[in-house]
């Protein structure tokens, strides 16, 4: 077993990644964070944001795709709230979705969000999902050379 030698994360955890002196990704990613500009990062997103309100072609300024996750929900009020935008809700509702994903994508109606749920076919979905794990598992030996 592989573990961060600065966070002793172990490598069972999915999707975690160690760089060449056994650093985890959550832990190099926190390095580059204090490197970031984020006032530079918040005025671009500001600017984003307006010329997306000035494209004015339809009822809304920005698609939002929503999982009804919490994470979802931030970034549809931060779109609506802070930036002032005309937010569509796209929930693609996978089969099995937890009742806490449903209450939040109802909340997220409640809230005053226009939300679009479609469920896909099951079938279709398990065909993607393999393909997805495929080329991701390739794309993760390409890249650092194991499964």
Do not use: H
Not at 4 to 21: A, H, L, V
Not at 67 to 75: A, I, M
Not at 113 to 142: C, H, Q, S
Request: aromatic residues 10%; contains cysteine; charged residues 30%.
């Amino acid at each position: 077993m592989k573990i961060c030698k600065r966070c002793i994360q172990p490598d069972t955890r999915p999707g975690i990644y160690f760089d060449e002196n056994g650093i985890c990704g959550a832990c190099l990613w926190e390095e580059e964070k204090k490197i970031i500009d984020w006032d530079s990062r918040e005025k671009e997103l500001y600017d984003i944001a307006e010329w997306a309100k000035g494209q004015k072609r339809g009822t809304y300024d920005c698609v939002i795709g929503v999982s009804g996750g919490k994470d979802s929900t931030r970034q549809a009020i931060v779109a609506r709230d802070l930036l002032g935008l005309r937010c569509l809700l796209v929930n693609c509702e996978p089969e099995g979705i937890t009742n806490i994903g449903q209450k939040n994508i109802e909340n997220l109606k409640n809230l005053g969000f226009d939300v679009i749920t479609i469920r896909p076919n099951p079938k279709i979905m398990k065909k993607l999902i393999e393909f997805l794990f495929l080329g991701l598992t390739l794309a993760r030996y390409l890249l650092f050379g194991f499964f």
